[in-house]
């Protein structure tokens, strides 16, 4: 997971992590600010929360990029592992 995204992203949006934590439904901003620092993976459903209270896709905001992107990526990889096996 590319949590920094995640943090870049709210500061640039002006959010804070108690107002995150507000929107999600958490008693404490500690809720929200351990998924920011890796402590606690969130859920799908959490994961999908955020990226609609940041206007952004749940792939960009975790991953980095697009998830059919890395795939591709891993099937180049997997193409190149086995031309040179067969070398």
Known sequence: M???NLREERILQGKTQTYMAKKLGYKYTS???NIEMG???PSLEI???IADL???GVQELFFGQK???KSNSLREDRFLEKGR???
């Open 31 to 33: 809720g929200y600010a």
């Open 85 to 87: 096996r067969a070398e």
């Open 54 to 56: 940041l206007n952004t």
């Open 47 to 49: 994961a999908k929360h």
């Open 39 to 41: 402590r606690t993976k």
């Open 67 to 69: 998830l059919h992107e």
């Open 2 to 4: 590319k949590l920094e």
